[in-house]
């Protein structure tokens, strides 16, 4: 099925068109004009390197004023923590502690909830706010048993109705707060998404909810591949925990590097045994959790230097998860991240994507709308967090410092605002007016950032750029 949902990606964005070889037409058109004198060729030469001069010192200074401008915008004084508690909610939650896991492989009968272009992540927080009464009984019987329901992204393709895709995430509930407002009953909740599972089939109850038998998925941890060719004198002068995985990293990484390099001793010796294989150690790096997280890392860091790595986690299999979380991919390659079982493969998926995928394009006419470099945190969860509206809409949104191509709709309003202390303007995309998300400024004075934008994931299509029309781009596919 995870093939099925993979999406072909947008085709080859056109370049900026910018033609270098324009500088080089004055240069033959003096030479043309070289019918002068000596002393008025000197002369010209003279006043040319004073041109020149003066346009190097205003193009320094220009670079030097860019350079602090985006300093300034991207300075912070906002509190990240205040989006990831999502505020909005309102206080006074009941909180619980505790929680379930449900045995690998197990069989069991998960409640489910469906919502469309939500494909929650283990260790992503999921904010709902419900209305429907028999959704709210559903949640009551949960809470009661071990608050734990599965989620699964629905797909509207055509008019008979929403499919559902077979592979969901169950979420555990943490906090509650029911409010009865005008005889209308709402309930607000936070869960954390913790376990992946397969549908194997699903039963609609007289109530309307939807029962699904599901298969958990397990998490693999696989094994060393030089595990079975390791002797004993290699395991004991094996990489001390010194050794930096970045060391690792910088010898050569998932992308087969074969250029000599200088290998450190260490290094030699945590690849040695690939000597008595077919293999030589590159093949090995390419699936070492540690050479690839740190490799993951370095990308994320060369995206923006605002992106701060004591938020990411630690363990390969949840810094896999946050990455999968934080990544603006459409639901289709969500989907097919959270089919992998095994944190390495999940990660040359993401390294892959990362590498390729270097801006965002809406979803419906395909217009550049942000580039990767402009992805920043706005809360402590990562650039990507799930928020729910006041209407029980949730929205997974990115924040980014800068977009192009888009137009805003309406007044500023700091009602039910997801980023407290900013107000929202809609934002909608200029070429096709498709909804792609808001526009946030201070309502607080001296608050930083000046502004930023919220894009819906749901909106927007990762998109590669040109580099050459190279047309058969458009069946590229993740490495495994
Ligand atoms: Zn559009």
């Not at 592979?167 to 376990?195: C, L, N, Y």
């Not at 007289?206 to 397990?218: C, E, H, Q, S, T």
């Not at 459409?330 to 390729?356: F, P, T, Y």
């Amino acid at each position: 099925m995870a093939d099925d949902v993979l999406p072909i990606l947008m085709p080859n964005i056109e370049g900026n068109g910018e033609d270098s070889s324009s500088d080089s037409v004055p240069e033959r058109e003096r030479e043309g004009d070289d019918t002068g004198d000596g002393h008025e060729d000197e002369q010209q030469q003279q006043e040319q390197q004073q041109q020149e001069g003066e346009d190097n010192e205003r193009k320094k200074k220009k670079k030097e004023k860019d350079k602090k401008k985006k300093k300034d915008k991207r300075n912070m004084n906002f509190d990240q923590s205040l989006p990831a508690s999502h505020t909005y909610l309102g206080s006074d939650h009941e909180e619980y502690s505790g929680r379930t896991v449900l045995d690998d492989e197990s069989f069991v009968n998960l409640p489910l909830l469906t919502l469309p272009s939500v494909v929650l992540i283990p260790g992503q927080t999921l904010p709902l706010q419900l209305f429907q009464p028999q959704t709210i009984s559903m949640m009551r019987h949960v809470i009661q048993k071990d608050r734990t329901f599965g989620l699964v992204t629905s797909r509207y393709l055509d008019t008979s109705g929403a499919t559902l895709a077979n592979i969901g995430t169950t979420a555990e509930i943490f906090s509650v707060k029911e409010e009865d407002e005008h005889g209308i009953e709402t309930m607000r909740i936070k869960a954390m998404g913790r376990q992946r599972f397969l549908i194997l089939e699903t039963r609609r109850q007289a109530d309307g909810i939807i029962i699904g038998k599901v298969r958990i998925l397990p998490e693999w941890e696989m094994p060393s591949g030089l595990e079975g060719a390791e002797l004993r004198c290699h395991r004991l002068s094996n990489v001390p925990e010194t050794t930096s995985a970045m060391e690792v990293a910088a010898c050569g990484g998932p992308a087969g590097d074969r250029q000599p390099v200088a290998r450190s001793r260490n290094l030699k010796n945590r690849y040695r045994a690939a000597d008595w294989t077919w293999f030589p150690p590159w093949v090995y790096r390419q699936y070492d959790c540690d050479v690839l997280m740190e490799l993951v890392k370095r990308e994320l860091y060369s995206w923006n230097d605002t992106l701060q790595g004591s938020i990411m986690p630690t363990n390969p299999s949840d810094f896999s998860f946050w990455v999968a979380a934080s990544l603006p991919l459409d639901d289709g390659l969500r989907l097919h991240l959270l089919s992998i079982n095994s944190a390495v493969q999940r990660l040359r998926c993401e390294l892959s994507i990362m590498q390729k995928c270097t801006i965002m394009c809406c979803r419906d006419c395909g217009s550049q709308i942000a580039e990767k470099k402009d992805v920043f945190s706005m809360s402590v969860a990562g650039p990507m967090a799930a928020y729910v509206n006041p209407g029980g809409y949730v929205h997974e949104t990115l924040t980014v410092y800068q977009v192009t191509g888009i137009m805003h709709h309406g007044r500023p309003s700091i009602e039910h605002s997801w980023f407290p202390g900013y107000a929202w303007t809609v934002a909608e995309c200029r070429q096709c007016r498709h909804h792609l998300g808001w526009k946030f400024t201070p309502a607080k004075k001296k608050l930083k950032p000046e502004k930023f934008w919220g894009l819906c994931r749901a909106s927007l299509l990762p998109g590669l750029r040109s580099d050459g029309g190279d047309s058969e781009e458009t069946g590229w596919m993740p490495t495994m």
